[in-house]
């Protein structure tokens, strides 16, 4: 393994002391005098039409600039999903419109000059609504009788929205069902996943108004500054020139942010009225109003032979993407895309998707993206594959995971909502991460032990993961490096750091390959006027797209110094040349020169130019992230309480560019995901209306939640990614769901099919069972 | 975002009298402002004024041979440090309390806010009814004091049309009695759904006297006399404990909503009483 | 009606709604550091000190704290005179989005001011209305109790 100077250190987050010290600025932390604030009417019917609506009383009100409706926006239909274009979501959203959803969809809004006039304003609209039958339920919005939730005939991309389809996948290698007759075991489960939410503890929040020049600059909590200008360019009917969506410090996003969701709005206002306006998301419509995560049921149909091998995996996912499709087709391929390669030994394979409208609130991108959904059942149906044929769950994994230098024909198979791409592991510690993991949990001494104290039980359970680096050829992201008098660069880029340290590990990648130090970085990101285009923070591609973008501008740069350093020495062979510590030197001659040095000659004296370059990356490859988790957990066998104890994360990220950074995000991910595991879930009632839209009710976990953490980083070097890198951001959050599942089956044998385990849903397996 | 738009004016009176005046003249458009936190997370539009109650005096724990007062305006966090409360009932109220909500909120809530509050948030309020505590309410000339359940049997919101709760009395236990309390929350720093504490005497393996509180939201806490009879008197043994189970899990009764069903809060309540039993009997040894 | 505070050793009076709550008098006259949105006293982050013990401001009526001591993250240190915590977080990888973190880091202060060597246990229960969706807390406390020892070496 090569030696860095700054890669695998741990480099301070660059922003973290000004954050810590409240000097930061967020989307929030400015005001103007003039400002309109934005505030929205929703609709009190999961589905219904609007047949009037009468806004002059609230129009007249004092101090209200404007009242939209559809009756005076434009009508572009469109995806609030910021994916890159074309989008693979389907286009089946308005800003207004007449038709409402689900109990949450917008009605109307009031941009007025308090936050106060503009509730106020909204209780002066008069809405007529013909209410229509509503279906909450996935299954039951599949019937033929049930309601068409998009009717309307502009809807274009969703695959049968007659059928409330939209989006089905059908992906088939071999023939699945001659390799379950051939298997000498076939086991088959399901396990269902709720509605849960993101939960950035910032919501939404957007701030527009006009610059000097009459353009609409956007300040907005987003994951993709660039793809908001492109589908609010496309919304407002304006040409992409006309807007500049600066991103600044964000409070978290998860995916949640990954979406178009007030900034259309906002920006439309500030155009029609020439004045700033801001629209901040209370909790509840972050809860009710945003995005969640896709609920889905998950079948999984194993068969193997007796020695263990896979023969035939076929995955079934049943997806609800509430009243809009965004994110429908790619969360559902992601599903089985960032699963089923992990047992490649099967020969065949099914994998097959249908992702329903309801009359409920709209899913969308949330970290692990269906992944943690697929593993949600197929890792506990490996589980229960190796209990059949009486072997442990480490032994049946280890005979049938990817290795290094194998494929899977998913790859190819199944891509983001369209066909993917051939991939060869370069890196993958998998065989390292069982044995750590599950030495460090004390396996051998704990597993099928049942250790019992009174009515509560020990059990412990583990599981395998996989996601991704990157949507392989989409994902694009460029940066821009210039050098400074004092050998100090800025750096420009596109990337969206939400709070993972992207702009932190961006700034040791330039160092690194520069030979500086990380602090003569001056990193400004995620500005549409001022850095190069970046798709943004999401598919895991902050450190492998973003990250690589940057590399290759570095790589570049070094070349311009030593062009320049060339003819200083008058050598020609730039082999010689060392960058180092500040300086360039030959290790043929000796000859030293510094950057500072080489700044001052191409700025000021001789050959005078800027050092600077663009580096763009893209990639064919998405090298897989691996993962191996162990848990151990106490059960109460009276109450159904599931207490984690001691919780193992042996992970495979490439070379860990910031380790602390690593840390974080596999720490971050997985509480996020032990809380899914154990009480995230969103409540409706009969009507479809959320209960408890509040952190009162809705429950995520506080510092007395968590377990004993240990992550384990197991070092390997991945050929495409920058200086060896693969993601961390999303994978470890898919692994409480099976982990504890297994667990709970280790302590007691017995299987919970939904999710959260709550207590209640525990006692009642317990009772099944007896 | 102002949530209490209506609310015009503050007083923050110097003396009881003063503030129950205020309260008086208000025709029901002014709160008493204990912690705050209700008033400010559940805003009543009718408030149109405040009387802040924190310069009354009131934030005291002190203690006197037969009881420890606490004053209406301490908060949990307050009374979870006050020397005094360490050790009473080994320590077993103070931990109670220092598991409610969050230390920012425990920060908040103060005695009084809770005791007024009752029939929202059960969390204080089966403490004081397995204590037997008495809460001292003032009209503004008297003060008196009422047994908790009497309290409760009044109708409060006229009670508290006229009078302020200053505080309320804790007998001192000595050592044949002992508290246990356990509830059931969703994760940490939840609001319980359910739950349950006990105080019993017990001398010789005996139990001679004790009280049961239970609580389950959105219902108000009550005292489950029934279980109380069937434990006087009783020797506590792992049998008893085992019977009280059952017994508790068909007699309880229990709130239910869509966070947790009946039955399950039936089945948890017998849960709790057996295991807080047999805490007891590990106490004793 | 008025009120008047002393901000960070500022004095500092205000005009405010007899019915609002500290928050939102703090981020209208510009003290933006206070974050927060709840406003239900669920998620810590419009955490402040009054009279030094640690509220939501979001939960605490303005004209209840007239004449208090009120501190933001920025009274406890500055970007170029950092608060040993301050430090601390930065140091362990406790920062990430950093929204939850001046409410966090202030809790912890008023914990090492009357605790100046806590367990991880103390520090779970001080933290615990502090709400973090990026970190799963593990490095904040580390960042605790390396700034306990800090403090401890005399690195004020
Ligand atoms: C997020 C959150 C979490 C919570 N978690 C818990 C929990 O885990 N456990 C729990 O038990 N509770 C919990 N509570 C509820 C809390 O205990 C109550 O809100 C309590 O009433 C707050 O006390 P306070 O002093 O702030 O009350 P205030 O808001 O000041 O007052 C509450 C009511 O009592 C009246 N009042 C106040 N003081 C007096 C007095 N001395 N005499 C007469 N009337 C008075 C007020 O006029 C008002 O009507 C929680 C509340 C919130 C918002
Ligand atoms: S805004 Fe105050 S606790 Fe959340
Ligand atoms: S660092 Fe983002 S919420 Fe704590």
């Given amino acids: 393994m090569k030696d860095f100077k700054h890669i695998g250190t741990n480099t301070g987050k660059i922003d973290a002391l000004s954050l810590a010290t409240g000097q930061s600025m967020f989307v929030d932390d400015i005001s103007f005098p003039d400002m309109l604030q934005l505030k929205f009417l929703y609709s009190p019917h999961a589905h219904a039409i609007i047949e009037d609506i009468d806004t002059t009383l609230a129009e007249k009100y004092p101090g209200v600039g404007m009242v939209l409706t559809y009756k005076n926006t434009s009508r572009v239909i469109h995806t609030t999903a910021g994916q890159g274009w074309p989008e693979p979501s389907p286009y089946d959203t308005y800003m207004f419109n007449r038709k409402m959803r689900y109990i949450g969809d917008r009605v109307a809004a009031v941009a007025a000059e308090t936050e106060e006039i503009a509730q106020e304003a909204l209780k002066l609209i008069k809405v007529q609504y013909k209410v229509l039958p509503a279906v909450l339920d996935m299954e039951d919005a599949m019937k033929d009788e049930a309601p068409i939730i998009h009717d309307e005939p502009e809807v274009k991309g969703a695959y049968d929205p007659k059928r409330n389809l939209a989006a089905h996948i059908l992906v088939k290698v071999g023939d699945v069902e001659k390799g379950f007759a051939e298997s000498d075991v076939v086991?088959?489960?399901?396990?269902?996943?709720?509605?849960?939410?993101?939960?950035?503890?910032?919501?939404?929040?957007?701030?527009?108004?006009?610059?000097?020049?009459?353009?609409?600059?956007?300040?907005?909590?987003?994951?993709?500054?660039?793809?908001?200008?492109?589908?609010?360019?496309?919304?407002?009917?304006?040409?992409?020139?006309?807007?500049?969506?600066?991103?600044?410090?964000?409070?978290?996003?998860?995916?949640?942010?990954?979406?178009?969701?007030?900034?259309?709005?906002?920006?439309?206002?500030?155009?029609?009225?020439?004045?700033?306006?801001?629209?901040?998301?209370?909790?509840?419509?972050?809860?009710?109003?945003?995005?969640?995560?896709?609920?889905?049921?998950?079948?999984?149909?194993?068969?193997?032979?007796?020695?263990?091998?896979?023969?035939?995996?076929?995955?079934?996912?049943?997806?609800?993407?509430?009243?809009?499709?965004?994110?429908?087709?790619?969360?559902?391929?992601?599903?089985?895309?960032?699963?089923?390669?992990?047992?490649?030994?099967?020969?065949?394979?099914?994998?097959i998707a249908d992702v329903i409208y309801t009359n409920l609130p709209i899913a969308g991108a949330y970290r692990g993206y269906g992944a943690t959904q697929g593993y949600a059942c197929l890792e506990q149906v490996v589980d229960e594959v190796a209990h059949k044929l009486e072997l442990t769950p480490l032994e049946i994994r280890q005979k049938n995971h990817i290795k290094s230098g194998e494929t899977s024909p998913i790859f190819r198979a199944l891509g983001e909502g369209r066909e993917g791409v051939t991939q060869y592991m370069q890196?993958?510690?998998?065989?390292?991460?069982?044995?750590?993991?599950?030495?460090?949990?004390?396996?051998?001494?704990?597993?099928?032990?049942?250790?019992?104290?009174?009515?509560?039980?020990?059990?412990?359970?583990?599981?395998?993961?996989?996601?991704?680096?990157?949507?392989?050829?989409?994902?694009?992201?460029?940066?821009?490096?210039?050098?400074?008098?004092?050998?100090?660069?800025?750096?420009?880029?596109?990337?969206?750091?939400?709070?993972?340290?992207?702009?932190?590990?961006?700034?040791?990648?330039?160092?690194?390959?520069?030979?500086?130090?990380?602090?003569?970085?001056?990193?400004?990101?995620?500005?549409?006027?001022?850095?190069?285009?970046?798709?943004?923070?999401?598919?895991?591609?902050?450190?492998?797209?973003?990250?690589?973008?940057?590399?290759?501008?570095?790589?570049?740069?070094?070349?311009?110094?030593?062009?320049?350093?060339?003819?200083?020495?008058?050598?020609?062979?730039?082999?010689?040349?060392?960058?180092?510590?500040?300086?360039?030197?030959?290790?043929?001659?000796?000859?030293?020169?510094?950057?500072?040095?080489?700044?001052?000659?191409?700025?000021?004296?001789?050959?005078?130019?800027?050092?600077?370059?663009?580096?763009?990356?893209?990639?064919?490859?998405?090298?897989?992230?691996?993962?191996?988790?162990?848990?151990?957990?106490?059960?109460?066998?009276?109450?159904?309480?599931?207490?984690?104890?001691?919780?193992?994360t042996a992970v495979d990220c490439g070379t860990p560019l910031n380790p602390e950074l690593v840390r974080g995000q596999i720490i971050g991910a997985l509480v996020n995901g032990l809380s899914y595991a154990l009480f995230e879930e969103y409540k409706f009632t009969d009507s479809g209306r959320m209960i408890g839209s509040n952190f009162m009710e809705y429950r995520i976990p506080s510092t007395r939640d968590i377990p004993e953490i240990v992550p384990i980083i197991v070092r390997t070097y991945e050929p495409t990614g920058p200086y060896g890198a693969k993601s961390v951001a999303e994978i470890n959050i898919n692994g409480p769901i099976p982990a504890i599942g297994n667990a709970l089956y280790d302590a007691i044998g017995v299987r919970v099919h939904k999710v959260p385990y709550i207590p209640e849903r525990v006692l009642e397996a317990i009772r099944n069972k007896k | 975002m102002l949530k209490l738009k209506n609310v015009k004016s503050c007083f923050t009176p110097n003396s009881i009298q003063e503030a129950i005046d205020m309260l008086k003249k208000s025709d029901g458009k002014a709160a008493l402002v204990g912690g705050g936190l209700d008033i400010t997370v559940f805003p009543n539009p009718i408030i149109e004024q405040f009387i802040f109650l924190n310069k009354l005096g009131l934030t005291y724990i002190r203690e006197d041979e037969e009881n420890i007062k606490i004053g209406a305006t301490s908060t949990i966090t307050d009374i979870a440090k006050a020397p005094v409360m360490q050790n009473y009932l080994k320590g077993n109220v103070k931990i109670a309390l220092a598991e409610i909500a969050s230390e920012l909120l425990r920060n908040q809530i103060t005695i009084g806010g809770s005791i007024a509050r009752h029939h929202f948030y059960s969390d204080i309020i089966p403490a004081l009814y397995a204590l037997r505590a008495t809460i001292m309410v003032s009209d503004g000339e008297l003060i008196e004091g009422f047994f908790v359940d009497d309290f409760y049997r009044n109708d409060l919101k006229t009670l508290m049309e006229t009078c302020i709760v200053v505080g309320v009395h804790l007998n001192k236990y000595d050592d044949s009695f002992q508290f246990g309390l356990k509830r059931f929350v969703r994760n940490a720093t939840d609001i319980a759904l359910l739950n349950m504490a006990i105080l019993a005497q017990i001398e010789e393996g005996v139990i001679k006297d004790v009280s049961i509180s239970v609580g389950s939201r959105p219902g108000p806490a009550y005292r489950f006399e029934q279980g109380e009879a069937f434990l006087r008197g009783e020797k506590l043994t792992e049998v008893l404990a085992k019977d009280f189970e059952s017994f508790t899990k068909s007699n309880v009764d229990v709130a239910k909503d869509m966070r947790l069903s009946k039955e399950y809060r039936q089945h948890l309540a017998g849960i709790y009483a057996k295991e807080i039993l047999l805490d007891f009997i590990g106490g004793v040894r | 009606?008025?009120?008047?505070?002393?901000?960070?050793?500022?004095?500092?009076?205000?005009?405010?709604?007899?019915?609002?709550?500290?928050?939102?008098?703090?981020?209208?006259?510009?003290?933006?550091?206070?974050?927060?949105?709840?406003?239900?006293?669920?998620?810590?982050?419009?955490?402040?000190?009054?009279?030094?013990?640690?509220?939501?401001?979001?939960?605490?009526?303005?004209?209840?704290?007239?004449?208090?001591?009120?501190?933001?993250?920025?009274?406890?240190?500055?970007?170029?005179?950092?608060?040993?915590?301050?430090?601390?977080?930065?140091e362990k990888g406790a920062v990430q989005c950093g929204f939850c973190t001046p409410g966090t880091i202030l809790v912890a202060y008023a914990l090492l001011k009357n605790n100046p060597d806590p367990t991880d246990d103390d520090i779970k229960k001080m933290l615990d209305g502090n709400l973090c969706r990026c970190t799963g807390y593990v490095q904040q406390i580390e960042a605790v109790k390396l700034a306990a020892k800090m403090l401890k070496k005399g690195d004020e």
């Fill in chain 1, 427 to 648: 890196s993958c510690a998998l065989d390292e991460l069982i044995e750590k993991g599950a030495k460090e949990i004390g396996w051998l001494e704990k597993y099928g032990k049942k250790t019992r104290n009174g009515s509560k039980v020990r059990g412990i359970g583990m599981s395998i993961h996989m996601q991704g680096s990157a949507i392989p050829l989409v994902d694009m992201g460029a940066a821009t490096l210039k050098m400074n008098e004092d050998a100090s660069f800025n750096l420009m880029y596109g990337g969206t750091d939400l709070g993972t340290g992207l702009d932190t590990i961006a700034a040791q990648i330039v160092a690194e390959t520069l030979g500086i130090k990380p602090e003569q970085v001056i990193v400004y990101a995620a500005d549409t006027d001022l850095t190069p285009f970046d798709v943004g923070a999401y598919a895991s591609s902050g450190t492998f797209i973003s990250g690589g973008a940057v590399l290759r501008a570095a790589m570049k740069i070094r070349e311009q110094i030593f062009e320049v350093v060339r003819e200083m020495f008058g050598e020609y062979d730039a082999r010689d040349f060392v960058l180092e510590d500040g300086k360039v030197t030959s290790k043929k001659t000796g000859k030293s020169v510094t950057l500072s040095e080489i700044a001052y000659q191409t700025l000021y004296v001789k050959n005078q130019h800027q050092i600077a370059a663009t580096g763009s990356m893209v990639s064919p490859y998405s090298p897989p992230p691996f993962a191996a988790h162990f848990v151990e957990i106490e059960v109460d066998e009276e109450t159904g309480i599931i207490t984690p104890i001691k919780y193992v």
């Fill in chain 3, 1 to 90: 009606m008025k009120v008047c505070y002393s901000i960070n050793g500022k004095k500092k009076e205000f005009e405010i709604n007899a019915g609002e709550v500290l928050l939102d008098v703090l981020r209208r006259n510009g003290y933006f550091e206070v974050k927060g949105n709840c406003y239900m006293g669920t998620c810590g982050a419009c955490t402040v000190l009054i009279d030094g013990l640690p509220y939501t401001s979001c939960t605490m009526l303005a004209a209840k704290v007239d004449g208090s001591e009120i501190t933001t993250i920025k009274g406890i240190g500055t970007l170029q005179n950092p608060h040993p915590l301050q430090k601390a977080f930065v």
């Fill in chain 1, 187 to 351: 086991v088959e489960d399901t396990f269902e996943v709720p509605y849960a939410q993101h939960c950035p503890i910032e919501p939404h929040v957007t701030i527009t108004y006009l610059d000097e020049y009459g353009r609409i600059v956007i300040r907005t909590s987003t994951q993709v500054p660039f793809h908001v200008r492109r589908i609010v360019a496309q919304v407002l009917d304006i040409p992409v020139q006309k807007i500049r969506v600066i991103k600044p410090r964000i409070g978290g996003g998860f995916g949640v942010k990954q979406e178009i969701i007030l900034e259309d709005v906002c920006a439309y206002v500030t155009m029609k009225t020439g004045k700033p306006t801001r629209a901040l998301y209370t909790r509840e419509e972050e809860f009710v109003s945003s995005r969640t995560r896709h609920q889905m049921k998950v079948n999984v149909k194993i068969g193997a032979k007796k020695d263990g091998t896979f023969n035939a995996v076929k995955m079934y996912v049943l997806s609800n993407t509430g009243a809009y499709g965004t994110h429908a087709l790619t969360v559902a391929s992601n599903a089985g895309s960032k699963t089923l390669p992990l047992y490649n030994k099967a020969p065949n394979v099914e994998y």
